[in-house]
């Protein structure tokens, strides 16, 4: 480093006049001319000033909303907001640019953006990395959190679920590429328990230093795909899973959105998934990430599969789930289904009350043969597999359709939950469970309910070689019947052999607010069909089976 150089006099004067004469024509009084200029053009005025920012604080909640064509809604919103049991410290509005005019929000807000260019999705998430709070909010323009979300949301934390929580989830197919089928939240799935997802849309709540793991990688896209970008990202540089919190059947309250508002304005013509290529865009960015190494949900040990794997407890398990009229679905696939399934024919149509047949190569037994394959690789978060156990059918085939099913093991169960040593414990502990809820039937033709100790609301009939004779007629009687009534939490149970699990299957992908259980022969001695199984029979043999995992 160097001695300052000392200036003469003629340099200072010279500098003097430069900065201080000159710079006074040049920028100030340029600068009011321009500024004159200007205002012909017209000033951006705020009806409200915010208050100074606030300290950052180890605590609270920051939502950040935009504005963009349906900003007539913003009023609702921030209203519903502001009456949360856990109310938000500030509520930010981001306005983009769009062919209608900037409505000036600052009366209902706390802060405003307002800009000239519509930046998309992606403004609100820049934003957040100016919030205060510990926690920040976004909700899309189409929905309206329920009163006790946000207390939803950090009880759902607190329980360990701490991650990319959101009110409407996803899980993708295992084929790559976009479906959104597989969907818990407000518009899917209502569970009582918190969903691992792999993408969450609508609304999202989750900590702010989660934000900055999103802008690691530059987007697949910039026209689509925040959501999916925001998951995969955050999984893949800083571990945090993507979680719905609970959306109960019967307690809407602690739901991310009123369905009726959901519904209504999110079908309106502005919606982005109405807008061309977006599906086949999603798809690009999910097989992008996928070749970068994404792990899907159904790829990675479920983190909710804590329940014990023992006979007595498994029993125990699902009937919790009746118990607290959670929607879940069981299908169970024993030798008969199985060997359809790996095209081997089998023909056990005079089998008691007439079973299946299946001819390979008949082109209406392989169209029929598909489905009941899907319904055994079909995924979602309620769907149960229930698969014959090592301890009767041996390690090596046991593994190999545990290998087949291509499920998690936290959805697959014994095929025989029902019967052998838990046939007892069925008749007394999970029969009663049904006294207070609507059931409704699918079994034989010739099935009498005299003698069942609950009440059947309705039923629908099945013949021999149900699965190709009656499949598409009760698909489209049953589909009508829930519609028709706006059925839910009904308890579905089907006795039907192969057929149930195509039924299920479909019913599950369409309407999964209804608990579907295939209880195979349990019911076949009380219906007036005989006693069709040894263990009906009082084997003791049989009925002192504790089958093991």
């Known amino acids: 480093m160097t001695n300052k150089q000392r200036k003469t006099i003629a340099q200072r004067i010279k500098w003097w006049w430069n900065t201080r004469v000159m710079g006074l024509w040049r920028v100030k009084l340029g600068g009011a001319s321009q500024r004159k200029k200007l205002a012909s053009a017209g000033t951006v005025e705020f009806n409200q000033k915010a208050t100074p920012m606030p300290e950052a604080k180890s605590s609270g909640i920051t939502v950040i909303l935009t504005a963009y064509r349906r900003a007539e809604y913003l009023a609702d919103q921030i209203k519903a907001l502001r009456n949360q049991s856990v109310p938000p410290d500030e509520i930010w509005v981001w306005s983009n640019q769009s062919e209608e005019d900037l409505l000036d929000v600052s009366e209902l807000a706390d802060?405003?953006?307002?800009?000239?260019?519509?930046?998309?999705?992606?403004?609100?998430?820049?934003?957040?990395?100016?919030?205060?709070?510990?926690?920040?909010?976004?909700?899309?323009?189409?929905?309206?959190?329920?009163?006790?979300?946000?207390?939803?949301?950090?009880?759902?934390?607190?329980?360990?679920?701490?991650?990319?929580?959101?009110?409407?989830?996803?899980?993708?197919?295992?084929?790559?590429?976009?479906?959104?089928?597989?969907?818990?939240?407000?518009?899917?799935?209502?569970?009582?328990?918190?969903?691992?997802?792999?993408?969450?849309?609508?609304?999202?709540?989750?900590?702010?230093?989660?934000?900055?793991?999103?802008?690691?990688?530059?987007?697949?896209?910039?026209?689509?795909?925040?959501?999916?970008?925001?998951?995969?990202?955050?999984?893949?540089?800083?571990g945090v899973e993507t979680f719905v919190p609970p959306h109960p059947e019967h307690d809407e309250t602690l739901w991310s959105c009123r369905p009726d508002f959901g519904k209504t304005v999110g079908r309106m013509k502005v919606a982005t998934y109405k807008t061309k290529d977006h599906r086949d865009t999603r798809s690009q960015i999910v097989n992008r990430y996928l070749a970068d190494g994404w792990q899907q949900v159904w790829q990675r040990v479920s983190k909710s599969d804590t329940r014990q794997r023992q006979f007595k407890t498994e029993l125990e398990w699902f009937n919790q789930k009746l118990s607290d009229h959670q929607s879940f679905s069981l299908v169970r696939f024993g030798d008969g289904e199985m060997l359809v399934i790996n095209g081997e024919a089998v023909d056990l149509s005079e089998k008691c009350n007439g079973e299946h047949k299946y001819t390979p190569g008949d082109e209406r037994d392989e169209s029929y043969r598909s489905v009941l394959e899907q319904s055994l690789l079909f995924r979602h978060p309620q769907y149960f597999i229930g698969l014959p156990c090592r301890c009767c059918v041996g390690d090596q085939h046991c593994e190999r359709l545990r290998a087949q099913s291509q499920q998690p093991d936290a959805q697959l169960t014994w095929a025989n939950l029902f019967v052998n040593a838990n046939y007892p414990r069925f008749l007394e502990s999970t029969l009663p469970l049904l006294n207070d809820r609507q059931v409704v039937m699918v079994c034989h033709e010739q099935a009498t309910f005299d003698d069942l100790p609950f009440k059947v609301t309705e039923d629908f009939r099945v013949g021999k070689n149900a699965w190709t004779e009656d499949f598409d007629r009760l698909l489209k009687e049953i589909t009508l019947f829930i519609e028709d009534n706006n059925i839910q939490n009904h308890v579905f149970i089907f006795c039907a052999g192969v057929l149930s699990n195509m039924l299920i299957y479909k019913l599950t992908e369409t309407y999964p607010n209804n608990t579907y259980l295939d209880t195979g022969s349990v019911f076949d001695d009380m219906m007036g069909l005989g006693q069709t199984r040894k263990y009906l029979k009082g084997s003791k043999r049989r009925l002192t089976k504790e089958c093991v995992w």
């Open 111 to 238: 802060r405003v953006v307002a800009s000239n260019t519509n930046w998309l999705f992606w403004g609100r998430f820049a934003l957040a990395h100016l919030v205060r709070t510990e926690f920040v909010a976004f909700f899309d323009d189409d929905i309206l959190p329920q009163p006790r979300w946000f207390e939803n949301c950090l009880n759902t934390i607190k329980a360990g679920n701490d991650g990319i929580l959101g009110g409407s989830g996803v899980l993708l197919p295992e084929s790559g590429g976009y479906s959104s089928k597989q969907k818990a939240g407000w518009n899917g799935l209502h569970s009582t328990e918190t969903q691992v997802v792999d993408l969450v849309g609508h609304a999202w709540f989750f900590r702010k230093r989660h934000i900055n793991f999103m802008w690691r990688e530059e987007p697949a896209f910039w026209d689509n795909g925040e959501d999916i970008h925001l998951s995969y990202m955050a999984l893949k540089h800083g």
